[in-house]
């Protein structure tokens, strides 16, 4: 009997095969392999994205799941003509970096014999390549026609049709293009080391920001840094200096980050941000782009980009959340709890916050609750850190029944809330 060991290698699993006759293979080990240049947290949504080795020629499309990235297809692909990353205009080279699907361009708009099914641009030059002042535009993922069916491309990335058409029904605007040399399949275990590794680094920057410490925050920028707004690092750094020494009180919160590691050299942070202070709050998509700096022995901050969304949108969450908490605690009639929903400068026509304490105790302990029930909530903001809150409220205890229009002004952060006024209208 013949005993050989071979490794078999699938997009994201090495598999130990023993060969013990030439009709019988017994699959004795699988190690998953996840990929390295792929981290997310703070999301429950399943995102797709596109990632393409160059130097097997071969594209993986993953899927993160539960913030763990999965290689659900494999397909082979053709790249540049040359080797190397994309430098200028006409070199045939496939860029290297974190890109964006811009936009769908379908077969009857092209040259099938060319392109075949269709094809989606990305956004090469972004914003990096331009700071190093790369040139070139047009580089796309698309089919590949008869013209170019065992070719390689003057930079983009072609596909099969049949591999085009399966990622047509995955693909979207925005959809995440990551292109590298090579890419970084990493256990379990190496992949949680490097994850929480990649995550220190946006976590100490956002710190020092949201601290206000200044001159370690201005520490972790390259002096080539720019910005979508065109700000270098001198006029950044300024305006940064004057919202430090004005917004004492800052609240950062951030969702849905993700992370693409090109190579070791380069990472990308991609997350929703609310930002929150008693004079200003935005909300919106952040991308900041980081590099290895060789003599610091650390990852500096070359490139930064913001894409405001409704600020709206992204506190409603929180205001329903305050309501519908404050509500479950009053039913409880947990003075101390209850009170904790209240700032202190709270007022009401029998004086402030202490006075209200000793009110709702009293009823408290005179009164057995029913239910509380609201609806119709709306809102809208009298200034950054004020929110005018409006909801049909019915209440119903062993001694009243009520209806009627309940009006809450919150102070504060989302997440941070406090009521400072309280009215009701009875309907």
């Known amino acids: 009997m013949r005993l050989i ?3 078999l290698y699938t997009a994201s699993v090495f598999i130990t095969v023993l060969v013990i006759s030439s009709s019988f293979l017994c699959i004795c080990f699988a190690e998953e392999k996840i990929p390295g240049n792929i ?27 539960d913030n763990i990235p999965v290689v659900l297809n494999t397909y082979n692909v053709f790249t540049g003509k040359n080797k190397g990353d994309k430098i200028r205009e006409g070199d045939s080279r496939t860029p290297e970096g974190i890109y964006f699907v811009t936009g769908f361009i379908p077969e ?3 040259n099938r014999n060319l392109y075949g099914a269709g094809a989606f641009p990305i956004n090469y030059p972004n914003i990096v390549d331009r700071i190093y002042n790369k040139t070139g535009h047009g580089i796309w993922l698309h089919g590949r026609g008869i013209y170019n069916n ?9 596909l099969p049709n049949d591999a085009f058409l399966y990622l047509k029904q995955h693909i979207e605007v925005d959809t995440p293009v990551l292109i590298t040399r090579q890419v970084e399949f990493l256990s379990p275990k190496e992949y949680m080391k490097k994850k929480k590794e990649v995550f220190s680094i946006l976590k100490t920057f956002l710190r020092d920001w949201e601290k206000g410490n200044f001159e370690a925050f201005a520490s972790r920028f390259y002096t080539k840094f720019r910005n979508n707004s065109g700000e270098g690092l001198r006029e950044y750094l300024e305006r940064k200096r004057k919202i430090f020494a004005i917004d004492k009180k800052r609240r950062l919160k951030i969702s849905d980050l993700i992370v693409f590691k090109e190579n070791s050299s380069e990472l990308m942070y991609q997350f929703k941000q609310l930002y929150c202070s008693d004079r200003y709050i935005d909300y919106g998509i952040k991308r900041i782009y980081f590099e290895a700096d060789n003599k610091s022995n650390q990852y500096k901050v070359i490139a930064e980009e913001f894409f405001p969304e409704n600020v709206m949108t992204a506190i409603a969450p929180y205001i329903r959340d305050f309501v519908k908490r404050w509500i479950q605690t009053w039913q409880t009639q ?14 009401f026509e029998r004086g402030g916050l202490k006075e209200w304490e000793e009110y709702k105790e009293r009823i408290f302990s005179t009164t057995s609750i029913n239910f509380i029930k609201f609806n119709g909530l709306t809102f809208r903001l009298l200034k950054p850190s004020l929110v005018k809150v409006t909801f049909v409220q019915e209440y119903s205890s062993d001694t009243l029944k009520d209806k009627g229009i309940k009006t809450l002004v919150l102070k504060g952060c989302p997440g941070d809330y406090k009521i400072v006024v309280e009215r009701w209208n009875p309907l």
């Open 5 to 7: 060991t071979k490794k």
């Open 334 to 347: 947990d003075i101390m709890k209850y009170i904790k929903f209240y700032d202190e400068s709270f007022k």
């Open 108 to 110: 009857w708009k092209l």
């Open 150 to 158: 065992n070719r390689r491309t003057n930079g983009c990335i072609s």
């Open 39 to 65: 981290f997310s947290e703070y999301s429950d949504n399943d995102k797709n994205v596109i990632l393409v080795e160059k130097d097997t020629e071969r594209l993986f499309f993953v899927r993160i799941t």
